[in-house]
C-alpha cells in the first residue's frame, strides 16, 4: 500500500468526556460537565448537540439506552474534534474501550482479572491471569461501523498486539504447577510463553484484523508497546506478529505503533516484518530537545531513525509529547519532520504523529497540540517543496487517498 | 518462621484507590495516611509469626526515590522501565557530586525505613536497599564511585540499629555482563559494609539467570543470597557456600497461581542431597510488587501453611 506524503493521525485515545465518563460510573452530572458538552458540541459543529444536551440534562441515573446514545455522541465528538484538527487519518480516540488492554481482557475468554499492580508513581493498571485457552470474538467492529457514520474521511482501527497482551497479564493456565527450581525451569517457562503467545496472536488478534478487513477496513493500527521489553523475546514478537497477521498482509495498511521502548533491541529481528507491516510508529518528542533547528544536536530523540532507514518500513514520528501540557509550536514540528525526512531520504516514508495518545491531556490542550502538529507538517511540506496536492488531507477531498 | 518479604510490598486495592483519589485532589493527606496505616496494620498482622519483618514500604513510589530527599541536588525525572517488567522507575538526575545531606540522615531514615504499625526500632526488621548496579542504572550519569558513597553512608546509618537485616536487591547480576572493576567495587563495598556491625547483610539477585555470574556471586561477602529458583533451577546451588543463608525465592512473581504444598514439597525434595549450614529463608521470585496484593497474600499465606504443617511434621 502506498500513502502520500507526511500523513498524520493521532495514535491511540484521547481523554474521554466528563459527562461520558460519569453517566458510565452512574455518577451526577454537574452544570460544568454540561456546559462541556455545549461548548465542544458548538466548536466542533455537532448538528445534533440540542439533543445530547437534552439527555444530559436528565444528570443521573440513565438508561442503558441513554447510555449507548451518550457513548455514541462521545464518538461522534472525538471524531469530529480530530477532523477538526485537520489530522488526515481519524477514528474516535478510544471512546468505546475502557483502556487498550482491559478492553480486549475483557471481552476474551481464558482470561481473568486478578487486581491493580503497579505501572508507575500511584498509576496501577488492572492487570488479569490467563487461567484457560485464550480466545475471542473479533472485536471493535461496532466502533468501526459508528465512526464510519461520522466521518468520510480514511479510518484508522488500533488493536492491542498479541505480545503486549501477553506481557502485560499473568499466566496461570501454560505454567501451571512448574515447580520453582526444577530442571530447565527457565526453558520451560520460556516454551509456555511461546504457546501463550502463539494462541493469543491466532485466537484474538488475527480474527479481529480479519473481521475488520471484512468490513471494509482499509488502515489498521497494531499496539505493542511491551515490544522490547524481554531481550530474548523480540523473535517471539515478530512470530507473534506474523501470525496475528497471517493472510492479511498485503491486502491492507499495517502500521505498528512502539512507545516508550527501548528501540535499538528490535534491530534487526524486526526487518522479517517488512513485507507484513507498512509502518513502524515511533515516540521521538519524548527524547528531544526543545530547541527549533535540523542539527542532529537539537534533534537528539530522532538519531533512531538512523536504525529504521536502511528497512522497508514507512516511519511514523512522534513529533509531540503526550506527557507534558507544553504546546510544540509548529517551527518546532516542521524541524522534526525535516530531520526525519532527510535520514530517511524520502517523505513519502514519513508519517507525523503525536508519541502516543493524548489521552492525558485534557482536550484543550490536546486540540491544540494537534492542530500545530498539522501547521508543522504543512510548513516542512513547504520546505521540501511538495506540492500540496500530494499531502494526503488535500487529495482526500477528490481523489482516492490509497493509490 | 523462615520467610522475608523484603522491598515493596503490594498495596491494598483500598491504597491504589486512595493515592487515586488523593492525586485527583479528591482525599486529604490525612485520609491518606490512614490508609496507609492500615495496609502496614495488616502486613504487619500476616508477618506476625515471621522472624524479621518489612514495613511493606507502602509510601515509596519506587526504591530510588526516597533518595531524592537526601542527595544534594537530586531530582527524580524520567521514567525508565525496571529491567524487564512493566514497571516504570523515575531516574534520579543530580546536579551536584551525589553528596549525601548528612544532617539530615536521622529524620530521613526515620520517615522512610520505620513504621509506628509495624515495631520500634529495637526489632527484627529488614530494611531493602537497591545495590550499586541497580542504583547506578537508575541515578543518571553516576558512576560506581557515586554510587557506593551514597550507599555506604545510608547503609552505615541503618546497620547502627540493632536486629537488623541490610537486603541489597541487584537484577543487573545476570541481565549485564560485568566487568573485573565492577565486581571488585561490588566486593569491596560489601567488605566494608560487613565491618559497619553485627547484622545480617543479604543480596537478592533476582529474575534472571545466574549461571555465568554463580562464582562471582557466591564468593561475595554477604551472609545470605537470594535466588529466583523460576530463573535457576536448582543445580545452580551445586558449589553454593555452606556457610551462607539460601534465600529462596519460590513464590512465583510471574504468575497468580498460588503455590501448592505438593509444589513447596517438590521444591524441598530438589534440595534433599544439600548441606546447608543455616536454615533456608524463603521468599518470592521476583519483587512482591509485581502482583495484586490479595494474590500475594494468599501465596504468603500458602507457604506459611506449608512451613508450619512441615515442621508439625518434622516434630512428631
Partial sequence: ?403 | MNIILPGQYPRSEALVNATRQFDRHRLSLEQLKAVVKEDERSFCQAQRDLKYQSTGLFNWQDLIRPFEDIIQGANATTLIRFYETNLFWRELSCNGNWTLKEEHLDPWVEKWFFSKEIASKEDSIIFTLPFIFLFRKFAKDSSLEDATKVLKGIAKKLLSYPNKILYFLEPTIGWDALSLEEKHYATELLQEIKTFSKNLIFLGVPFFSLEKEKQFVFQLPVDGIGIDFYANSISLLKDFPKEKVLIAGILSTHSTEIETATQFDGFKALLENMQFANEIYYTASGIPELLPRIIMDKKLNSLKEWIHASSFVSHS
Fill in chain 1, 1 to 403: 500500500m502506498h500513502l502520500h506524503s507526511l500523513v498524520t493521525h493521532e495514535i491511540g485515545s484521547l481523554a474521554k468526556p466528563s459527562w461520558r465518563v460519569k453517566a458510565f460510573l452512574n455518577s451526577p452530572l454537574n452544570e460544568h460537565d454540561i456546559e462541556g458538552a455545549k461548548y465542544w458540541g458548538e466548536f466542533l459543529g455537532i448538528e445534533s448537540t440540542e439533543h445530547l444536551l437534552k439527555v444530559l440534562s436528565k444528570k443521573e441515573h440513565f438508561t442503558q439506552q441513554e447510555k449507548a446514545e451518550i457513548l455514541s455522541f462521545s464518538s461522534l465528538y472525538a471524531t469530529r474534534f480530530l477532523e477538526k484538527s485537520g489530522l488526515d487519518l481519524i477514528w474516535d480516540g478510544e471512546q468505546h474501550r475502557v483502556e487498550m488492554y482491559e478492553h480486549v481482557i475483557k471481552h476474551a475468554k481464558g482470561f481473568v482479572c486478578r487486581g491493580h499492580v503497579r505501572s508507575f508513581d500511584n498509576k496501577y493498571y488492572e492487570k488479569a491471569s490467563c487461567i484457560d485457552l485464550p480466545s475471542c470474538k473479533p472485536l471493535h467492529l461496532d466502533e468501526l461501523e459508528t465512526i464510519k457514520n461520522f466521518t468520510s474521511h480514511p479510518i484508522k482501527i488500533p488493536i492491542t498486539g498479541a505480545y503486549t497482551l501477553v506481557d502485560w497479564s499473568f499466566d496461570e493456565f501454560y505454567s501451571k504447577h512448574t515447580v520453582p527450581g526444577m530442571n530447565n525451569v527457565a526453558i520451560e517457562r520460556k516454551k509456555s510463553r511461546k504457546q501463550f503467545l502463539k494462541d493469543v496472536a491466532v485466537q484474538i488478534v488475527h480474527p479481529t484484523l480479519e473481521a475488520l478487513y471484512q468490513k471494509g477496513a482499509h488502515f489498521l493500527q497494531i499496539d505493542e508497546p511491551a515490544a522490547a521489553t524481554k531481550r530474548e523475546e523480540i523473535a517471539d514478537f515478530v512470530e507473534a506478529t506474523k501470525l496475528s497477521v497471517g493472510n492479511l498482509a498485503g491486502k491492507l495498511f499495517f502500521s505498528m505503533h512502539l512507545c516508550f521502548s527501548d528501540y535499538p533491541r528490535l534491530m534487526p529481528p524486526i526487518k522479517e516484518l517488512e513485507q507484513i507491516i507498512d509502518a513502524i510508529h515511533l515516540e521521538c518528542a519524548n527524547r528531544d530537545t526543545l530547541e527549533l533547528g535540523v542539527h542532529k544536536d537539537k534533534r537528539k530523540g530522532y538519531d533512531i531513525l538512523h536504525s529504521f532507514k536502511d528497512t522497508a518500513f514507512k516511519i511514523g514520528i512522534g513529533v509531540c509529547d503526550v506527557h507534558t501540557d507544553y504546546i510544540e509550536s509548529p517551527e518546532l514540528i516542521r524541524d522534526r519532520i525535516l530531520f526525519a525526512c532527510d535520514i530517511l531520504g524520502d517523505p513519502h516514508r514519513v508519517m507525523v504523529a503525536p508519541d502516543c495518545g493524548l489521552r492525558t491531556r485534557t482536550w484543550e490542550v490536546a486540540f491544540k497540540k494537534l492542530q500545530n502538529l498539522v501547521f508543522g507538517r504543512n510548513l516542512a511540506a513547504i520546505a521540501l517543496g511538495i506540492n500540496a496536492n500530494n499531502l494526503a488531507r488535500q487529495n482526500l477531498e477528490n481523489t482516492q487517498f490509497l493509490q
